[in-house]
């Protein structure tokens, strides 16, 4: 893996506890968060109790992984020989009820990773971590942001208020567009509604099988309400998002396009179509038999060898020592899809690389 120099599409930088984003949060939120305490707020996102939330041996003092570019680096780049990595950060901004707190600490994340990480290593790229509770501020942090051009994606949530193809999230997608920057939606949610259509869950099994439907909601939604329609230049990432349903979704929802499509005369185009030009996937967790055959069966069932984007998810780890690609690709895909597909899909990736 290390000669093809891999670009990794999805890594997580840990926040180590709120108060490293206290130097960048302006004076009036800083006091702000002081004031009620938040700064010894500590979060329970990926639990360390919790195997798959990353590597033992990569854990740190505190139970804690990937909380400084060192180890970033030690742990997840130079084993694999990545030459360029994504780093997407997960800390809750978008699930803050406030909208003036949530614009905030968006940015206050966004200079943190500016600062604190991509400084320290010129490998290191970002997604644009955006309000979405106020699709207009986010579409400003995303024109802040966006003069860095080691920001190269804008992160959104799978679970979110309302379906992410709604006209109300349209500045998001808008903002994007006109600086040439994919749109990631990435697995976890700001727990307004359950993770299922059901009802709320019991267990930590049920809330993680169950991300895979919410982005197939998802990716219904945006095409549904015409997201790809509306703006002809937008890709959008799906990350930890599983790729095994992939196939047999297509299949469904463009049969039953067939018969609805009066109803969405915006999508001109089967849904297949529109999804394997303008969608990919990370390959972290890959959710495939571990066959060999298996994979190859899969890899024809999805119809594109463009979709697939190489990623560790790290420091959350989901194969066996650092085997990230699975048996039964062919050197040619495994080409496409560590460094081929990741450089069609992010514009400002070609340019660091030209």
Sequence with gaps: MAALSPIDCDVHPTVPALSALLPYLDDVWRDNAIRRG?????????????????RADWRDATGKAGTTPAALAAQALEP?????AICNCLYGAQALFSEDLGVAFARAI??????????????????????????ERAAEEIDRCAADPRFVQVLLLVGTEIPLGRRQNWPIYAAAER?????????????RHPVTPVGWTS???????????????QLTSLLAEGVFAKFPALTVVLMES?????????????????????????????????VRERVRLTMQ?????????????????????????????????????NAAMPDG??????????????????????????
């Excluded at 694999?80 to 360029?84: D, H, I, K, R, S």
């Excluded at 200079?111 to 699709?135: F, G, H, K, Y």
């Excluded at 600086?179 to 727990?191: D, E, K, N, Q, R």
């Excluded at 571990?290 to 420091?315: K, Q």
């Design 38 to 54: 938040m700064d010894e707020l500590v979060t329970i996102s990926y639990p360390t109790t919790n195997p798959l939330t990353s």
């Design 80 to 84: 694999f020989g990545t030459q360029l």
């Design 110 to 135: 966004n200079d943190w990773i500016a600062r604190e990480w991509l400084d320290r290593d010129t490998r290191l790229r970002a997604s644009i971590v955006v309000p979405t509770q106020n699709p």
């Design 179 to 191: 600086h040439g920057l994919p749109v990631g939606i990435h697995a976890g949610s700001t727990y």
């Design 203 to 217: 267990y930590y099994t049920e809330d993680y099988v169950n991300q895979a439907p919410a982005f197939q909601s």
């Design 242 to 274: 599983g790729v095994s349903w992939l196939p047999a979704y297509l299949w469904r929802l463009t049969k039953f396009w067939k018969g609805l499509r009066s109803e969405i005369p915006w999508v001109s185009d089967p849904p297949a179509t529109i």
């Design 285 to 321: 967790p890959f959710d495939a038999p571990p066959d060999a055959a298996g994979v190859s069966r899969l890899m024809e069932h999805i119809g594109s060898d463009d979709m697939l984007l190489f990623a560790t998810d790290y420091p959350h780890w989901q194969f066996d020592g």
């Design 329 to 354: 690709l062919s050197p040619a895909l495994k080409q496409k899809i560590m460094t081929d597909n990741p450089l069609r899909t992010y514009a400002r990736l070609r340019e660091a690389v030209s």
